[in-house]
């Protein structure tokens, strides 16, 4: 068989792809000799993986599996139900309130098992549409029935981004970010960009603010967070209930088997990275050369760096995965691994959904309003961009949206 052949296959198991000429040519080669046949472990994983992804899990005492045990409080059924299709979320049912909070725990969820009331309702207000106010976001929301009162900690509305190409952010060395990250200004830019230094030690990649540091604990933290799913990072069953939220504590299932004391065990939790890790980074940008000549020439690219190396090739996520200072028009109040309130993950531009929503709280209906919203460290990029004429700005969305 060929090299390339070992591994991965290069175009399955995503029947959405495009097979093009060269991938299917490349799929015939690798067909395996019909007699000595083996079964593709990768992609075996991966549908298992996938299909974890899309299960919908159910609370602990609606079924005596171990592998349940949803809840007590969560955000969804499914990691699916936020990212449909691994793909940005539909607003608003994908958004996620994060927080920092003695009583609500890092989450403030609006579902729950029938044993305990879920902690807030929310009620998403109409557009505000008031004149004279250029930039409004465009979601806004009212809590309603908050279990224990008003949260101390602020809340940050998150949309759920799509889950593409995450491995290649994982394998981008930490070297390479190091290069990039110029915390002090030297060069006199303007843009200071700084790694996401977390008290583990490791440099935070995954989620708006770079919190998390590995795929594993990304994937680990939103079944313990979001589903209520306890597993070998949070072994605990209540998922995000805190101490003072005694009486979801008390209705968390523990397990009565002493072998399989966890909701989602290690192999679970290993078909669903497998499944992550193969997902594939969108394809590339069509109208490449003209729109990254574009992004330089705004600064967009100082942030939005076009191709980062890797071990498993050029990286081109628009992204150089550090935190940088956009102002106080994005500045959500709270500090979430080592970012400050105004700081956030440069986000990648690799697997933008052409009619949005943008940022990190889909705030932004258009990109125009996406950039708009850029102030602090791309206060010059902005400026240049709102300069531009009509048929350039055009081009660029052209470029970003794949149209
Ligand atoms: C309630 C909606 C919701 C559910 C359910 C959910 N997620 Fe997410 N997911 C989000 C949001 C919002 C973010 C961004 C979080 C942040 O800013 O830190 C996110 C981020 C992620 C990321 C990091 C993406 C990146 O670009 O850094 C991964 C990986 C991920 N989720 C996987 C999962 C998996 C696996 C499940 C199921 C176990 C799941 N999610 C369930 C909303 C959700
Ligand atoms: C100083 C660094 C920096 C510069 C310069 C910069 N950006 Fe960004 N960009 C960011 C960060 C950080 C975010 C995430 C902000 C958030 O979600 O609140 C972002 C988000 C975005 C988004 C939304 C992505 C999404 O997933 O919804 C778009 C689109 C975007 N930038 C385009 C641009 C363009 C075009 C330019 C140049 C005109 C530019 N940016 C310049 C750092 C930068």
């Known amino acids: ?25 490349a799929l015939l080669l690798c067909l ?55 793909g940005r979320g539909q607003a608003p049912a994908a958004f996620s309130l994060h927080l920092n909070d003695p009583v609500y725990g890092q989450r403030l969820l609006s579902l729950s098992t029938a044993a305990v009331p879920a902690e807030v309702r929310i009620e ?62 030297r060069d006199g830019d303007g843009i200071s960009g700084r790694l996401a230094l977390l008290p583990s030690g490791y440099v935070g990649r995954f989620g708006w603010k770079a919190a998390v540091p590995s795929l594993q604990l990304q994937l680990q933290t939103a079944l313990a ?21 005694s009486e979801c504590r008390a209705q968390a299932l523990v397990s009565a088997d002493a072998a399989a004391p966890l909701e989602v065990d290690a192999t679970a939790t290993g078909l669903l990275l497998s499944y992550l890790s193969q997902l594939p980074p969108p394809a590339p940008l069509p109208r490449t050369e003209e729109g990254e000549a574009l992004l330089r ?17 050029e990286v081109k996520a628009y992204s150089d995965l550090l935190l940088h200072d956009l102002g106080p028009g994005l500045d959500d109040g709270l500090r979430e691994g080592a970012a400050q309130p105004s700081e956030w993950r440069t986000a990648p ?34 400026h240049l961009y709102q300069e531009l004429d009509a048929e350039r700005k055009a081009l660029l969305s052209a470029f970003l949206l794949g149209l």
């Not at 505000?128 to 250029?134: K, V």
């Open 1 to 25: 068989m060929f090299s390339f052949c070992r591994g991965r296959p290069p175009c399955l198991p995503f029947p959405n792809a495009q097979i093009s000429l060269v991938c299917f040519t």
């Open 297 to 313: 020439e705004l600064g967009c690219a100082a942030c939005h760096v076009p191709a980062l190396a890797s071990s498993l090739g």
């Open 124 to 185: 998403w207000l109409p557009e505000d549409s008031s004149a004279g106010q250029p930039l409004s976001p465009a979601w806004r929301f009212k809590l309603n029935g908050l279990t224990q009162g008003e949260p101390s900690s602020p809340i940050s509305l998150r949309v759920a981004p799509s889950l593409r190409g995450l491995q290649w952010l994982q394998v981008v060395p930490r070297l390479t970010l190091d290069a990039l990250a110029d915390p002090d200004d």
């Open 349 to 382: 531009l690799w697997a933008l959904p052409p009619e949005g929503p943008f940022l990190h709280d889909g705030r932004a209906r258009t990109l125009d309003e996406a950039v708009a919203w850029h102030g602090g460290e791309a206060q010059r990029s902005r």
């Open 225 to 245: 967070l979001d589903l209520g799913l306890s597993n070998s990072a949070f072994p605990e069953p209540w998922g995000d209930c805190t101490a003072a939220q």
């Open 32 to 86: 395996p000799p019909p007699l000595t046949a083996q079964p593709d472990l990768s992609a075996l994983d991966f549908a298992a993986g996938k299909a974890l992804f899309e299960r919908t899990w159910v609370p602990a005492p609606a079924s005596t599996r171990s592998a349940d045990g949803l809840g007590p409080h969560y955000a969804a059924r499914s990691c699916a139900a936020c990212h449909a299709n691994a």
